[in-house]
Every structure is written in structure tokens, then in C-alpha cells.
């Protein structure tokens, strides 16, 4: 489970990242339902964690604007379970996206210093009259 607050209307949650030498930072993230990636950091955190370089990538915004950015790969503290991801490489606060969110609940309270927590969902029903 992973809790987190509301602070001036972003829902904030703190995650561990751990880099290539044993390097450890505690990231304040705002969680992005329009983000599709796990979790966006910093080109100077990268940096300061060496993390590993896999390749360029690219993202269309909400305003149709293309960006390029470099993609990473890094070790994140995640429900208390250690998580390999790939880190988007971003000048702008870091992120928390919907891959890191999947197969999770999320619930806020959208108010000032109102809670979020973030709980793990049970695996769906194997029932063989449900269709897909």
C-alpha cells in the first residue's frame, strides 16, 4: 500500500529510487493518470543515481506537440517490493504514470492535505461464465 497526500490540487506520493551503485533518493512525485509511462525523472537525479541508459523515446502531449526524451532504467521501492521500470527522462516534476499504477486502486481525496492511498487489487476472477 502506498499513501499519499493532496497539496495544491496534485496528488503527491513519495517512492524510493534506488541507482546502479546502491544510491538511494526519496522522489516526491505527482500522480499523472494522462501519463502512460511508470515514473519521470530529472536529467540531474539520472544523473546522481547513474542509471542506465536504453534508448530515446518519444510521447505525443495533450497539446499534439511531439517530445523526444532519453529513457532509463532504474529500481523503485514499490509496495515494499522492489520494482524494475523505465524512467522518462524530464526537466519537469517528477511523475508517477499509469504503468506504475497498474493493477492497483487508487483513491483520493481531492481537497487540501486530503489522503491517498494507493492499494494493490486483488487478481481478477478466473470464472468461466464472465466474458471478456
Keep these: 500500500m502506498i499513501r499519499g497526500v493532496v497539496t495544491r490540487y496534485e496528488g503527491i506520493v ?12 526519496v522522489v516526491e512525485a505527482v500522480v499523472d493518470t494522462g ?9 540531474t537525479m539520472i ?14 502531449l495533450a497539446d499534439g506537440s511531439e517530445c523526444l526524451f532519453d529513457l532509463y532504467e532504474g529500481e523503485v521501492l514499490w509496495d515494499r517490493r522492489r520494482m524494475l521500470i523505465r524512467i522518462d527522462a524530464s526537466d519537469a516534476t517528477p511523475l508517477v504514470g499509469m504503468r506504475l ?4 486502486e487508487l483513491t483520493m481525496q481531492v481537497r487540501q492535505e486530503g489522503p491517498i492511498l494507493i492499494k494493490r487489487m486483488k487478481p481478477p476472477s478466473k470464472d468461466p461464465r464472465r466474458r471478456r
Excluded: C, K, M, N
Design 101 to 104: 499504477l497498474e493493477g492497483f
Design 14 to 25: 513519495r517512492l524510493p529510487v534506488f541507482g546502479r551503485r546502491g544510491q538511494r533518493e
Design 35 to 43: 501519463y502512460d509511462g511508470f515514473l519521470t525523472l530529472p536529467p
Design 47 to 60: 544523473r546522481e543515481l547513474e542509471l542506465e541508459w536504453l534508448s530515446d523515446g518519444h510521447a505525443i
